[in-house]
């Protein structure tokens, strides 16, 4: 069983990638990366799930939310800024267009709605995790934390400088055994190539899932606009090799009724993060601001 899905396995008409319950074979997390075009603007009935619209490489979009429009920034690639974002409520209708350029709507089943919220790159809260080779940036933009006003969704990026690792140690958030939270998480990736703005097609990098009982235990080849479902298990390291930093846009949903982004390490790596405070952080982490690419 392999919950890998290459780049192309997932398009559709519409979108670049679209993943919904249905396809995933679970009950709440879903994506839909799709271009835009002045011409060619992008429709979503928000039947039965919320949103966070995440551009990716689109700049000056205008976005409407039923009659509502939201002129948002953007940026021109993922590895290149922080992007402003945009609450997309359960039950509304959603459009968006843009001279051109990728843009993620990530998605979950919800049931209470919650009004729409617009957040300015410079107030998307950014963090420095892990240490040595497994420094990496976190950008929390609908985490529990940083943003209070969803029903089930939990989206935030994670930029990997090329060389260093990310989901280390292996954690898991299943709900089996003694691990209290219980979250499907989408995993969409983009490999760049030294200092691109966004992914290239000849990036890679690498990505371990196993569970607990044994039945999935799979190390994959990730290339850019691949994408992983983590329905169960530990899941970790992803590695981006030397020369190609690694992004990854990562989409978590559950039953509970109060959300949460909470983790059960592998017991049998959890020293690890004890063992960081005796590490200095990477020099290149954070890898982005609001601003755009951080200089050194």
């Known amino acids: 069983m392999s919950w890998h899905r290459p780049a192309g396995a997932l398009v559709t ?25 002045e011409a060619l603007p992008f ?21 409407m939310i039923d009659e509502v429009t939201y002129p948002m920034t953007g940026r021109i690639g993922v590895f290149d800024a922080v992007s402003d ?52 940036q976190v950008t929390n933009i609908a985490t529990p934390e940083s943003f209070a006003g969803a029903d089930k969704i939990n989206v ?13 140690p292996p954690h898991r958030h299943d709900g089996v055994t003694d691990c209290p939270t219980n979250n499907e998480e989408i995993y969409y990736f983009r490999i760049g190539k030294q200092d691109s703005a966004h992914g290239e097609p000849t990036g890679q990098g690498f990505f371990h899932v196993y569970t607990v009982d044994g039945r999935v235990d799979e190390s994959v080849t990730i290339h850019d606009g691949d994408v992983y479902l ?54 290149r982490c954070p890898v982005t601001s609001a601003i755009g690419k951080v200089r050194r």
């Open 13 to 37: 008409p519409k979108s670049l990638v679209s993943v919904d319950p249905l396809v995933a074979g679970w009950t709440y997390s879903g994506i839909e990366v799709f271009e835009v075009t």
């Open 43 to 63: 429709t979503q009935l928000m039947e039965g799930i919320e949103g966070v619209l995440v551009p990716l490489s689109a700049t000056d979009l205008v976005v």
């Open 85 to 136: 974002w945009l609450y997309v409520p359960l039950g509304s209708k959603l459009t968006v267009s843009a001279a051109s350029g990728e843009v993620a709507l990530c998605t979950a089943r919800a049931t209470h709605i919650q009004p729409a919220h617009y957040t300015k790159a410079e107030d998307v809260v950014v963090e420095v995790r892990g240490a040595g080779r497994a420094t990496r």
């Open 156 to 168: 935030c990026e994670v930029l990997t400088p090329g060389g260093n690792w990310s989901s280390w």
């Open 230 to 283: 983590v329905p169960q298990g530990y899941h970790g390291p992803t590695i981006a090799p030397p020369e190609y930093p690694m992004y990854f846009l990562n989409v978590l949903a559950g039953p509970a009724a109060e959300r949460a982004m909470s983790f059960c390490d592998d017991p049998a790596h959890h020293w690890i993060r004890a063992d960081w405070q005796s590490q200095e952080l990477d020099s």
